[in-house]
Nanobody, 122 residues
Framework: QVQLKESGGGLVQPGGSLTLSCIID????????IGWFRQVPGKVREGVIC???????YYLDSVKGRFTMSKDHTKSAVNLHMNNLNLEDTAVYYC????????????????WGQGTQVIVSS
């Protein structure tokens, strides 16, 4: 069974930057979409951004121009680069994998990481 593991979360000040990493056991570029989701207590887990062979898809307007993704094939990892963070970005961030195209429907992803906490606070 494929395993995903996030890292890189932490405390950052408003306006700061953070890079999250998702290491994927059995990572294969061509067939899989890797999505980043986030969740705050009491709210539904929401899609943030996704990368597949079709390119990057943003699911939140609020992160456009601030977040992006990259792949590190040497580490079998997909990274989420977050810039100009604000208080509303505070959440637990999860990476997930699905076959084929990106989707913002969390139920379509079968493999998930355990999540990494991001706290934006002054």
């Amino acid at each position: 069974q494929v395993q995903l593991k996030e890292s890189g979360g932490g405390l950052v000040q408003p306006g700061g930057s953070l890079t999250l990493s998702c290491i994927i056991d059995g990572f294969t570029e061509d067939y899989w979409a890797i999505g980043w989701f986030r969740q705050v207590p009491g709210k539904v887990r929401e899609g943030v951004i996704c990368n597949s062979r079709h390119g990057i898809t943003y699911y939140l307007d609020s992160v456009k121009g601030r977040f992006t993704m990259s792949k590190d094939h040497t580490k079998s990892a997909v990274n989420l680069h977050m810039n100009n963070l604000n208080l509303e970005d505070t959440a637990v961030y999860y990476c997930a994998r699905r076959l084929g195209r990106c989707s913002d429907n969390k139920d379509e992803y079968r493999a998930w990481g355990q999540g990494t906490q991001v706290i934006v606070s002054s």
